[in-house]
């Protein structure tokens, strides 16, 4: 798995040496930045702020990503497919954010070797949280869904809102203050 600081070099070289083709979005709460039926074109670096990608169904929404300060988001399907999304991305407060055309990311990462293996590692670790988030849905006790988040992303709970961790591990708030009074006890 990448070294988390050569990840974030790599995101701050990205961000100087491509400046002119990256635009910063500020979003109020609650706004979208992506909908469901765009095709999703940009990755967006989060300066501040809270973001989540939502699937809605027609019985609920199903928090299944989120973004703070220092981490990427968007509707990686679709921003991968280039076919429109099925997700929203939405700040849950004010939020600014750098959205990096897919284009800019292409041609920064094949100008040097180095760039190119950092982008690679960035996938692999995508794909590597993309199996835990599969992992954590298939786990069906919910103290097991609330440990393995509160082990791997620990951060989540000071960024996001209880309500939206909450239908992220598939129960209801209550449930999951419930389970965070035992594990504190």
Do not use: C
Not at 79 to 105: C, D, G, M, N
Not at 131 to 145: G, V
Not at 149 to 161: A, D, G, H, T, Y
């Amino acid at each position: 798995m990448p070294d988390p600081v050569n990840f974030s070099d790599f995101i701050v070289d990205l961000l100087q040496i491509k400046e002119k083709e990256i635009k910063t979005i500020a979003l109020k709460r609650y706004e979208y930045l992506t909908r469901a039926g765009d095709v999703e074109r940009h990755l967006y670096w989060v300066e501040s702020g809270a973001l989540r990608a939502i699937y809605l169904s027609a019985e609920e929404e199903h928090s299944i990503r989120f973004g703070y300060a220092g981490s990427l988001i968007n509707a990686l399907p679709s921003y991968f497919s280039a076919q429109p999304s099925e997700l929203y991305v939405q700040a849950l407060r004010e939020t600014v954010v750098k959205a990096i055309p897919r284009h800019t990311i292409l041609s920064y990462v094949e100008s040097d070797a180095d760039r190119g293996r950092s982008y690679r590692l960035l996938l692999e670790l995508l794909a590597v949280q993309q199996n835990e988030r599969e992992l954590d849905l298939l786990t069906s006790s919910p103290m097991q869904r609330l440990q393995r988040v509160m082990q791997r992303s620990p951060k989540v709970f000071q960024e996001i809102p209880a309500k939206y961790i909450a239908s992220y591990l598939r129960m209801t708030p209550e449930t999951l203050s419930r389970l965070r009074k035992e594990l504190n006890s």
